[in-house]
């Protein structure tokens, strides 16, 4: 830890003297001591003695499964049966792998197992048809006694999970459409450009009830299946370290990273939910929810490899957002391309000076530095590399901001397309909406770049659903 900081041991964020170059005073900077380290060794864990009396299944690949059940006995095969129903099968209650023999069942909630897998609990629904679930993980996560075992103990708590139907337009241009179409990125701009963004209305039906973790949830069932593809934006961590200033989870802080079964069950609960039939089904994974993927490595990208291994999706449907980690995009970049989502890089400045003032994290990697490290990723045909972009009002939304951005993002050299965002307003957050024509300006200057450029449509934003308002609102 640098000496000019002292730790918010309360909070898990570290406070840093007032930098050289005039920023504001005693700033909260959220980067965590894994941030100024690197060493996973340091992170902050507030529930880790947390008794643990469960053991979750749920989490383990076929591989360690099979480990397991070699190590009591029985032949390894039957780890793969429990792969199977747990993640192909969704099968959420030990007692109801029919495929286990009746004492083996016994023998393994006798000693502490049990499948474990997150569950909705609690499900807002916003009048555009986004949903946000509460997700609640509800067992320990100390899977110490599995060969292999994973994390850290775990705590009872809820993350944030939010289902697009039809998804949000961040999806577009980047090539991967099973069918190898792509839209056309000013006629999807225009049609994005209709719907003007709007201030958030708490108008959302809340429906089920948040649960105590001995009873099971009771939520109301989804709608009936209208959709004809989704996006699911999937947490990493509870509360997020790096702080950046625009965003309502980095209001929270670090609250504990989530463990590998924590994030893919995310997604399970939500395809249970809504019927997805793998293989058949067009559903895209964001991993932009709460938290930062990458000051999570092992645990996400373990999450990663369950649901390309033993749930059965695509990388390729899989886009993950960093806030500009260099180590973790380096050691991204080394991921074979069986396992490894595409990359989306949140960038939302034109500059090191706007974008150190906005995003704390910026003063330890710049965006040089991260262009750099982006540049090791071996891309795909027809890959792009994904700019994120938060349009705030009069802060990051000038002409000449835009004009900037289209010479960075061209000088990276990269395949690349750029996604505009405008800021979604969050109680206790000071940053204003940016006007349409400012938006559409912005737009057209990346365009006539070159840069295929899109608008996210604001999804569920009147059930704090959308980009950056993921806090446990739970207010309705
Ligand atoms: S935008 Fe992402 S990285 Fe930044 S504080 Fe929010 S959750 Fe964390």
Redesign the pocket.
């Known amino acids: 830890m640098p000496s000019a900081a002292r730790r918010d041991w309360s909070r898990g964020r570290i406070w840093f003297k007032p930098p050289p170059s005039g920023l504001r005073e005693r700033r909260k900077c959220?980067i965590l001591s894994q941030a100024v380290t690197e060493k996973s060794s340091q992170l902050v864990h507030f529930d880790a003695t947390r008794p643990v009396d469960k053991r979750p299944l749920f989490g383990l690949d076929a591989e360690a499964l099979s480990a397991c059940m070699t190590e009591i006995g029985e032949p390894a095969w039957r780890g793969r049966q429990l792969a199977e129903a747990m993640y192909r099968q969704r099968v959420a209650e030990l007692p109801e792998i029919s495929t286990l023999s009746k004492s083996l069942r016994q023998r393994l909630a006798a000693e502490g197992w049990e499948v474990g897998r997150p569950e909705i609990v609690q499900v807002f629904q916003s009048v555009d048809g986004t949903e946000r679930y509460l997700v609640q993980c509800h067992s320990g996560d100390d899977q110490t006694g599995a060969p292999g075992g994973r994390s850290i103990a775990a705590g009872v708590e809820t993350v944030e999970t939010v289902w697009m139907p039809e998804g949000d337009g961040g999806e577009s241009g980047d090539g991967s459409e099973p069918d190898g179409s792509e839209s056309d990125p000013g006629e999807a701009d225009t049609r994005e450009m209709s719907r003007a963004p709007s201030f958030p209305r708490f108008s959302a039906e809340r429906v089920g009830k948040h649960k105590s973790q001995s009873s099971p949830a009771q939520v109301d069932p989804a709608p009936e299946k209208s959709w004809s593809r989704a996006t699911i934006c999937v947490s990493s961590q509870v509360g997020?370290?790096?702080?950046?200033h625009?965003?309502?989870?980095?209001k929270l802080g670090l609250q504990r990273n989530l463990s590998a079964g924590e994030i893919a069950g995310q997604v399970i609960a939500v395809f249970e939910r809504h019927g997805v039939e793998v293989g058949r089904d067009r559903v895209n994974l964001v991993f932009?929810g709460?938290?930062?993927p990458f000051l999570n490595y092992d645990n996400f990208m373990a999450a990663v490899r369950l649901l390309v291994r033993e749930v059965g999706l695509s990388p390729q449907r899989m886009t993950v957002?960093t806030?500009g980690i260099v180590p973790g995009i380096e050691r991204f970049a080394q991921e074979p391309d069986e396992v490894r989502p595409k990359l989306a890089i949140?960038l939302n400045a034109p500059n090191d000076e706007i974008r150190g003032e906005i995003?704390p994290?910026n003063r330890k990697w710049p965006i040089e530095a991260v262009m750099d490290a982006v540049r090791q990723v071996r891309l795909r045909s027809r890959e792009r590399i994904t700019f994120e972009y938060v349009l705030l009002g009069g802060v990051t939304d000038k002409a000449e901001h835009a004009a900037e951005v289209a010479r960075l993002v061209r000088r990276t050299g990269l395949p690349a397309k750029v996604n505009l965002i405008a800021w979604n307003s969050g109680p206790g957050i000071e940053y204003t909406t940016p006007q349409p024509a400012a938006v559409e300006n912005f737009r057209l200057t990346l365009a006539n770049a070159g840069i295929p450029t899109y608008l996210r449509k604001p999804r569920g934003r009147d059930i704090f659903a959308a980009c950056?308002q993921?806090k446990r609102t739970v207010e309705g």
Not at 246 to 250: P, Q, R, S
């Open positions: 959220s997020c370290a790096v702080n950046c625009f965003c309502l989870t980095g932009m709460m938290g930062e957002s806030s949140s995003m994290i950056g993921l």
